[in-house]
């Protein structure tokens, strides 16, 4: 039995046909899990959809209810990536319910892994990138508004920006040293703009962190309290090293009480929609590193999946599962 919950349900899947977002990659993972002797069926906890209050914390009156009455425009589906119907936003829902549900769950068991979400291409007021809702600020935002947490630091190894993260809790957390660069990597940290836009009583609460491909979507990348942005063909040595360099950074600055971890399976070498050249082995390293970090500051971390499009599925679900793996190694040892 494993020292920590994961969340799922086969009611993740996204009902969006033949796509190159692999929408079985959830069931594939969990089954694997078990099939691996990794997790057994008590293990896993069933997600109930977010309220349409909890949606209402981070996204639009507007757009919540263009997505609950089917009206976005050809423009607004367009962008989506997905093709629209009333079922997706019932997964999107669902995935917003089961991130709340690993947050707060991880908070009494140190970890807790959601076989689902991280859709962080999400914006208060349209979707896009294959997401919809941003199931993880809401989790935040919920989290908060239940006095549960106060600060959050986001920390995405997705391969494309954070955008979505970055929009929504723009203004919220200035990063303030700048670190070391390279001639190949560039590090930004947001500056801290005299007269920036608080958002009201948040203000402060949350830093985003986000590693990525530095030429790849989403074209426009708003900043995030620090961004990494990687060059084409970056490997496992240059990609943990620029992880432990951000991450510490970030824990010097900032004290969270909760960290969201975006354990994105696309900056793997032989991903259709990334260009980096991470091995699986150096994926799991990269979450280890994240694990051991967190549990050894004591801050609760939830996990969820984001992308993940190698050319073989099945690479995609070892990458995901090995995210367990690698919390049950950590999180095991006394
Ligand atoms: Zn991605």
Request: charged share 25%.
């Amino acid at each position: 039995m494993l020292p920590f919950k994961l969340v799922y349900s086969d009611a993740y899947y996204l009902p969006i046909g033949d796509h190159v977002f692999p929408a079985e990659k959830y069931r594939r993972v969990r089954d694997r899990l078990i099939a691996n002797g990794i997790a057994e069926e008590k293990d896993f906890l069933e997600p109930q959809p977010a309220t349409d209050l909890d949606i209402l914390l981070v996204h639009t009156p507007d757009y919540v209810q263009k997505l609950k009455t089917g009206t976005l425009s050809p423009r607004e589906e367009m962008e989506l990536e997905v093709p629209f119907s009333p079922e997706l936003v019932k997964a999107f829902w669902l995935a917003a319910g089961g991130s709340i549900l690993a947050a707060r769950q991880c908070l009494t068991d140190r970890v807790c892994v959601s076989i689902g979400g991280g859709f962080h291409h999400a914006f208060p007021d349209h979707g896009e990138g294959f997401c919809m809702i941003h199931d993880v600020a809401v989790a935040i935002r919920r989290m908060q508004r239940d006095d549960k947490i106060r600060t959050a630091m986001t920390l995405d190894c997705d391969v494309h920006q954070g955008n979505g993260t970055a929009a929504i809790f723009a203004g919220t957390r200035t990063a303030n040293a700048l670190l070391p660069s390279s001639s190949t990597s560039t590090i930004q940290q947001r500056e801290t703009a005299a007269g920036e836009k608080m958002r009201g009583a948040d203000a402060g609460d949350v830093f985003t962190i986000s590693l990525h491909q530095h030429n790849n979507y989403p074209r426009w990348k708003p900043p995030s309290s620090i961004d990494v942005n990687l060059p084409d063909g970056t490997g496992d040595d240059d990609y943990l090293a620029w992880l432990d360099n951000a991450l510490s950074s970030g824990l010097r600055q900032f004290e969270p009480d909760l960290l969201c971890y975006v354990a994105g399976a696309d900056p793997y070498k032989n991903d259709q929609l990334g260009g980096l050249s991470l091995t699986i082995e150096g994926l799991k390293k990269r979450d280890e590193l994240v694990f051991r970090v967190a549990r050894a500051r004591n801050i609760p971390v939830m996990v969820t999946f984001a992308g993940g499009y190698a050319k073989n599925v099945e690479d995609t679900v070892t990458i995901h599962s090995n995210t367990v793996v690698a919390a049950k190694e950590i999180f095991a040892v006394i």
